[in-house]
C-alpha cells in the first residue's frame, strides 16, 4: 500500500490521540469523518495499523526501574533462552544484535531485588553486560522518519 500525505497525517494525530473521533480529525485534515474513517479501515486491512495501545504512567504502577542488557550466550543453540524471555514479564523488547554481544533486552522491575532476581536467572543462558536507564530523553516515533 502506497501512502499519501494526508494518510500520513491521519496517522500522525492518531498516534497522538488514538481514542479521536474521525469527525474530529476530519476536520484538522479538511475531510470528512467518513472520509476519514475509510481511509483509517484500509490502514489497518494493509496492515499498517497493527493495533492501539495505551500509555501508562509506569512510575503510578510501581515500574521504577528500566535497565538494558547485552547478553553473551554460553551456547550456539538459542532456543531454551528465547523461550525463557518470551515467558518473562520483565522483558518489554528483545533484539537478535550484531557486533558485541547476542541480544539486547529493555526490561522493566518494580526494585533492585526483581532486577538481581531476573539477572541470577539470566545467568542459566549466558553472560551479560547491564545499563540502568537514569531518565528517558525521548520515545520512539515511526513516523518521524518517514515525514522527514
Known amino acids: 500500500m ?3 500525505q ?4 491521519i496517522l500522525q494525530y492518531l498516534m497522538g490521540n488514538s481514542r479521536i473521533q474521525w469527525k474530529d480529525l476530519g476536520e484538522q485534515i479538511h475531510m470528512t469523518g467518513q472520509a476519514v474513517g475509510n481511509r483509517i479501515k484500509k490502514l489497518e486491512e494493509n496492515g499498517v495499523i497493527k493495533a492501539y495501545s495505551l500509555i501508562i504512567d ?3 504502577l ?3 526501574f528500566t535497565a538494558f542488557i547485552i547478553v ?3 551456547t550456539a543453540n538459542h532456543d531454551s533462552f528465547i523461550h525463557f524471555i518470551n515467558n518473562r514479564n520483565e ?3 528483545a533484539h537478535r544484535i550484531s557486533g558485541q554481544g547476542c541480544y539486547h533486552l529493555k526490561i ?7 532486577l538481581n ?3 541470577n536467572k539470566l545467568l542459566e543462558h549466558g553472560n551479560y553486560n547491564v545499563n540502568l536507564s537514569i531518565q528517558e530523553i525521548k520515545q520512539h516515533n515511526p513516523l518521524t522518519a518517514t515525514l522527514q
Not at 6 to 9: K, M, R
Not at 108 to 114: G, R
Open 2 to 4: 502506497k501512502l499519501d
Open 6 to 9: 494526508t494518510d500520513f497525517q
Open 58 to 60: 509506569e512510575m503510578k
Open 62 to 64: 510501581g515500574l521504577t
Open 72 to 74: 553473551y550466550m554460553k
Open 91 to 93: 522483558v518489554v523488547e
Open 108 to 114: 522493566k522491575v518494580k526494585s533492585q531485588e526483581q
Open 117 to 119: 532476581l531476573f539477572l
